[in-house]
């Protein structure tokens, strides 16, 4: 049997690396049976297709999924394209929406997985040229997660998740620094309104 393995962490997707973990976690207990669901999720065969493999092939297509057992480098791309459709990476939160920064504690008190962590990330990016927008999150998380490369979302990932709690903070405060100024606009134009009465 011929199959099409992915050769590097660039050529699966987020959703293939969450399927593959949990896959190999399996490992230690039967090496076969974990494999033979990692070579299943990574060549879109059946894992009853892969099980009809003689050992010798099986052997032969985990050696080609060696490269799995290494961790994936954390390299940061700024902006990248899926697809021809182009993204952006926004370590600065400030222009976050209050919309957002719901959706961040709705994301950041969620059972931790992989999943978890690439939506909190998903927040902070965005269609190349647009602003944060609320509207595009649902499918620019599923895009990230199903579609952009390994390589490309597990470390921006690792990098958000990791600071979540201080760019909760940060969100919070520059929301409440937005509230403060707004509350002080409205004020002004009250008193200003005022003064034009009394005169």
């Known amino acids: 049997m011929k199959l099409k393995l992915p050769k590097s962490y660039k050529d699966i997707t987020l959703g293939q690396y969450e ?13 076969y049976f974990a494999w033979r669901n990692v070579i299943s999720i990574c060549s879109g065969k059946t894992p009853e297709e892969i099980g009809k493999a003689d050992i010798a092939e099986l052997n032969q297509w985990v050696s080609e999924l060696d490269w799995l057992t290494v961790e994936c480098k954390d390299e940061l791309v700024d902006r990248f394209s899926i697809d021809g459709k182009w993204y952006k990476v926004h370590r600065n939160i400030n222009s976050l929406s209050t919309d957002m920064f719901i959706h961040a504690i709705k994301v950041y008190n969620e059972t931790s997985n992989i999943r978890r962590e690439a939506d909190f990330a998903a927040l902070f990016i965005t269609y190349d040229g647009v602003k944060f927008n609320s509207d595009d999150y649902a499918t620019i998380k599923d895009e990230l997660f199903f579609k952009a490369p390994c390589n490309i979302m597990l470390p921006w990932s690792r990098f958000f998740f990791l600071f979540s709690v201080h760019y909760l903070e940060a969100i919070q405060q520059s929301l409440e ?23």
């Open 19 to 31: 399927d593959i973990k949990e896959a190999l976690s399996t490992a230690s207990v039967n090496h």
């Open 177 to 199: 620094s937005q509230l403060k100024m707004k509350i002080q606009e409205i004020t002004q134009e009250i008193q200003s309104s005022e003064l034009g009465t009394e005169q």
